[in-house]
């Protein structure tokens, strides 16, 4: 039996393809856009193609709701446990930074103990580490990159008014590697935060869009005071988790 | 009585939606009879003293985001919603029982509250109680003493009548009917399943407040309690026993707010009781029928266990009751965005559920319907930690 989990997200859906010997056979995603329900349909049927037909199908993300024959559609939150579990077996925490919230999550065999979750607002999550970016016209890759500079610091969490506080920066003459290492830090000082209220135990798995980045690790493990380890393919923990889901449904 | 005059209708009030409305029209049928009524804000207002005085108080706290722009025209973006559309409906006459009210009394509970009021009384006329924000100290119970004194004054003054003892001591036996039989009729859902859902609970209790003849009322929530046991005791309940069982805690809600429940219902379980204003927080106890009735009206008021208060005991005391009497398997505590008594105290709730094994959540919204999804997903994120 196969199965196929989509984590269908603010920015990205990702999705993931499962086999019976419960190996990750291919993890794909799409950018979001305005259409999920495109960027869903497209992600869907590249994965039917290589699955053959009768892979179960499990949805979890905002867009669970999309996603037509869908078996099971967990939340995000008990996907990322279980995907964390998957990739990195004993883990106990996870800090999921997705584009529009941030998870910190406790789990025990890749179940949810408790977790924590910002409310509302965009402030401390993905989006605002990216509008960030684009402001300074930098990509995320590009922050792995940046050596021999101290953070600029900054003050707003918000990814609105973080710009027209980035915009003073650079009109004080502040280089925008500086301001891109601050926004890393302003954004692992309100993970950290998150973290520090589900008692978080070493290591932390860091999942979600930013997995890989690890300047993000290195500055988030400094600010919470727990080792937080990059999650290598950490971005589809959620679609992974959704499809291990789908296989014990 | 001179100041009492009618107003033409507003035609917005045709958008009411069908409960309130019938409360509306009741009220235009009392005022029509020629008697007064007062708004007020919160569960501390001493509503016997109004009808005692013939009076008919109606609850004012706003709980939809129509006006809250109106309201930010004047009051800061960051204030809690709860004010800030309370005031809008006020000034903009949106609100049938704001517009009909003749006084409307609040107490200086938060300070977003309290100077809302300053500004209200621009358009209305107020009357502040001076609420103290503890409740053991013996000049806490002096102070709200002589308030209640000083309400009964005003409210005689203001109508031109007078309140006896004997008519406060009928008002109260009259109330502590009603939240008897409130009571009953939500410590039904200890039952499992319970025999309604959290929302219907939610919608009697909230809807209970704009019926204003009581024994019209007695009636009908006789006629309620009934049919629940009857629903109960046939099984033919709308909640299924597997699902989870949910208390909420926080700040009041209704109206707009029902999106938590909705998020929590949603997802597998069932809101068996809620702690707050609109909930056991008003039904719990009752006033005492056997000593001097402003004495007894003092001692009830005052113990309410609302996070205005520095320390407060009293709303640990009953969450945790309501925990083991609903068999709870887990509470949720709804704070408004900007309410700093209930956003501060929230920790501590987290830190005494955690130390009795009890799981817990706090999710902080408002009243516009943005984060519904979010609350969805927490929610039910919640829950599957449940089982
Ligand atoms: S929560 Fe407190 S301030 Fe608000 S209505 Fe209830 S008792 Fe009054
Ligand atoms: S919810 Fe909080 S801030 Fe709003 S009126 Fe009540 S106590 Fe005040």
Redesign the interface.
Request: glycine share 8%; with cysteine; proline share 4%.
């Given at each position: 039996m196969n199965a196929i989990g989509l984590d269908c997200g603010s920015s990205w859906c990702k999705g993931a393809w499962l086999d019976k010997n419960l190996n990750a056979r291919e993890l794909i995603s799409r950018p979001a856009g305005w259409n999920l329900k495109k960027a869903i349909e497209e992600v869907l049927e590249t994965l039917r193609e290589l699955t053959g037909p009768g892979a179960i199908v499990a949805a979890t993300g905002y867009g669970r709701g999309l996603v037509a024959g869908a078996k099971l559609r967990p939340t995000e939150i008990g996907c990322h446990a279980k995907g964390a579990e998957f990739l990195a077996s004993g883990t106990r925490s996870v800090i999921d930074i997705g584009g529009q919230d941030t998870k910190a999550i406790g789990a025990l065999n890749g179940k949810v103990l408790t977790f924590q979750m910002n409310d509302r607002c965009a402030a401390g999550t993905g989006r605002f580490l990216e509008k960030s970016l684009e402001r300074l016209s930098l990509n995320l890759e590009d922050i792995d990159l940046i050596t021999g500079v101290s953070p600029a610091s900054v003050a707003s969490l918000c990814a609105v008014f973080a710009e027209s506080e980035i915009m003073s920066l650079l009109f004080q003459g502040v280089s925008r590697e500086s301001i891109a290492l601050g926004v890393v830090e302003a954004l692992a000082e309100k993970a950290a935060s998150l973290l520090s209220k589900i008692k978080p135990l070493s290591p932390v798995a860091l999942t979600g869009g930013l997995c890989q980045c690890r300047t993000l690790a290195k500055t988030l493990s400094k600010a919470s005071g727990v080792q937080v380890i990059n999650l290598e393919r950490g971005r589809h923990a959620g679609a992974i988790g959704a499809a291990l889901l789908a296989l014990s449904a | 009585m001179t100041r009492i005059h009618f107003k033409a209708l507003p035609e917005t009030f045709e958008s009411f939606g069908e409960a309130r409305r019938n409360g509306f029209l009741a009220v235009k049928q009392l005022k029509d009879q020629g008697r007064g009524v007062v708004g007020t804000f919160c569960t501390y207002t001493p509503t016997e003293i109004f009808l005692a005085g013939g009076l008919t108080p109606v609850g004012l706290c706003a709980t939809s985001d129509e006006t809250v722009s109106e309201a930010e025209k004047t009051l800061p973006r960051n204030l809690c919603p709860l004010i800030k559309s309370s005031y809008g409906f006020v000034v903009t006459d949106k609100c049938p029982y704001a517009y009909f009210s003749d006084l409307i009394v609040g107490e200086t509970t938060c300070d977003g509250k309290k100077k809302m009021y300053e500004l209200l009384a621009r358009h209305k006329t107020v009357h502040v109680m001076e609420l103290p924000q503890t409740q053991n100290l013996i000049y806490a119970k002096k102070l709200w003493r002589s308030e209640i004194l000083r309400l009964k004054n005003a409210v005689e003054e203001l109508f031109e009548l007078s309140i006896s003892d004997e008519a406060i001591s009928l008002a109260i036996k009259r109330r502590n009917v009603e939240r008897k039989l409130l009571k009953d009729l939500y410590e039904l859902s200890a039952l499992s399943p319970p025999p309604m859902t959290g929302l219907q609970q939610l919608r009697i209790l909230f809807g209970s407040q704009f019926k204003f003849n009581h024994t019209d009322k007695v009636e009908e929530l006789k006629q309620l309690i009934s049919n629940l046991k009857e629903t109960a005791q046939t099984n033919q309940g709308p909640v299924p026993k597997t699902h989870k069982r949910i208390v909420i805690t926080g700040c009041p809600m209704g109206g707009a707010t029902e999106k938590v429940v909705e998020a929590i219902e949603g997802a597998g379980a069932v809101v068996v009781a809620f702690e707050n204003c609109t909930g056991a927080k008003q039904y719990d106890r009752l006033v005492d029928e056997t000593i001097e009735p402003i004495s007894a009206l003092t001692e009830y008021y005052l113990a309410i266990g609302c996070a205005v208060m520095s320390p407060n005991p009293n709303r640990f005391e009953l969450l945790e009751r309501l925990c083991h009497q609903f068999k709870a398997d887990g509470v949720v505590e709804m704070t408004l965005?900007a309410c700093q008594p209930y956003g501060v105290e929230s920790a501590s709730v987290r830190e005494f559920l955690n130390e009795r094994g009890i799981?817990f959540m706090s999710?902080?919204?408002?009243y516009s319907s943005?984060?519904s999804?979010?609350l969805k997903?927490?929610a039910?994120?919640?829950i599957?930690?449940l089982s």
């Amino acid at each position: 039996m196969n199965a196929i989990g989509l984590d269908c997200g603010s920015s990205w859906c990702k999705g993931a393809w499962l086999d019976k010997n419960l190996n990750a056979r291919e993890l794909i995603s799409r950018p979001a856009g305005w259409n999920l329900k495109k960027a869903i349909e497209e992600v869907l049927e590249t994965l039917r193609e290589l699955t053959g037909p009768g892979a179960i199908v499990a949805a979890t993300g905002y867009g669970r709701g999309l996603v037509a024959g869908a078996k099971l559609r967990p939340t995000e939150i008990g996907c990322h446990a279980k995907g964390a579990e998957f990739l990195a077996s004993g883990t106990r925490s996870v800090i999921d930074i997705g584009g529009q919230d941030t998870k910190a999550i406790g789990a025990l065999n890749g179940k949810v103990l408790t977790f924590q979750m910002n409310d509302r607002c965009a402030a401390g999550t993905g989006r605002f580490l990216e509008k960030s970016l684009e402001r300074l016209s930098l990509n995320l890759e590009d922050i792995d990159l940046i050596t021999g500079v101290s953070p600029a610091s900054v003050a707003s969490l918000c990814a609105v008014f973080a710009e027209s506080e980035i915009m003073s920066l650079l009109f004080q003459g502040v280089s925008r590697e500086s301001i891109a290492l601050g926004v890393v830090e302003a954004l692992a000082e309100k993970a950290a935060s998150l973290l520090s209220k589900i008692k978080p135990l070493s290591p932390v798995a860091l999942t979600g869009g930013l997995c890989q980045c690890r300047t993000l690790a290195k500055t988030l493990s400094k600010a919470s005071g727990v080792q937080v380890i990059n999650l290598e393919r950490g971005r589809h923990a959620g679609a992974i988790g959704a499809a291990l889901l789908a296989l014990s449904a | 009585m001179t100041r009492i005059h009618f107003k033409a209708l507003p035609e917005t009030f045709e958008s009411f939606g069908e409960a309130r409305r019938n409360g509306f029209l009741a009220v235009k049928q009392l005022k029509d009879q020629g008697r007064g009524v007062v708004g007020t804000f919160c569960t501390y207002t001493p509503t016997e003293i109004f009808l005692a005085g013939g009076l008919t108080p109606v609850g004012l706290c706003a709980t939809s985001d129509e006006t809250v722009s109106e309201a930010e025209k004047t009051l800061p973006r960051n204030l809690c919603p709860l004010i800030k559309s309370s005031y809008g409906f006020v000034v903009t006459d949106k609100c049938p029982y704001a517009y009909f009210s003749d006084l409307i009394v609040g107490e200086t509970t938060c300070d977003g509250k309290k100077k809302m009021y300053e500004l209200l009384a621009r358009h209305k006329t107020v009357h502040v109680m001076e609420l103290p924000q503890t409740q053991n100290l013996i000049y806490a119970k002096k102070l709200w003493r002589s308030e209640i004194l000083r309400l009964k004054n005003a409210v005689e003054e203001l109508f031109e009548l007078s309140i006896s003892d004997e008519a406060i001591s009928l008002a109260i036996k009259r109330r502590n009917v009603e939240r008897k039989l409130l009571k009953d009729l939500y410590e039904l859902s200890a039952l499992s399943p319970p025999p309604m859902t959290g929302l219907q609970q939610l919608r009697i209790l909230f809807g209970s407040q704009f019926k204003f003849n009581h024994t019209d009322k007695v009636e009908e929530l006789k006629q309620l309690i009934s049919n629940l046991k009857e629903t109960a005791q046939t099984n033919q309940g709308p909640v299924p026993k597997t699902h989870k069982r949910i208390v909420i805690t926080g700040c009041p809600m209704g109206g707009a707010t029902e999106k938590v429940v909705e998020a929590i219902e949603g997802a597998g379980a069932v809101v068996v009781a809620f702690e707050n204003c609109t909930g056991a927080k008003q039904y719990d106890r009752l006033v005492d029928e056997t000593i001097e009735p402003i004495s007894a009206l003092t001692e009830y008021y005052l113990a309410i266990g609302c996070a205005v208060m520095s320390p407060n005991p009293n709303r640990f005391e009953l969450l945790e009751r309501l925990c083991h009497q609903f068999k709870a398997d887990g509470v949720v505590e709804m704070t408004l965005t900007a309410c700093q008594p209930y956003g501060v105290e929230s920790a501590s709730v987290r830190e005494f559920l955690n130390e009795r094994g009890i799981k817990f959540m706090s999710v902080e919204t408002d009243y516009s319907s943005s984060d519904s999804e979010l609350l969805k997903t927490r929610a039910a994120a919640f829950i599957e930690t449940l089982s």
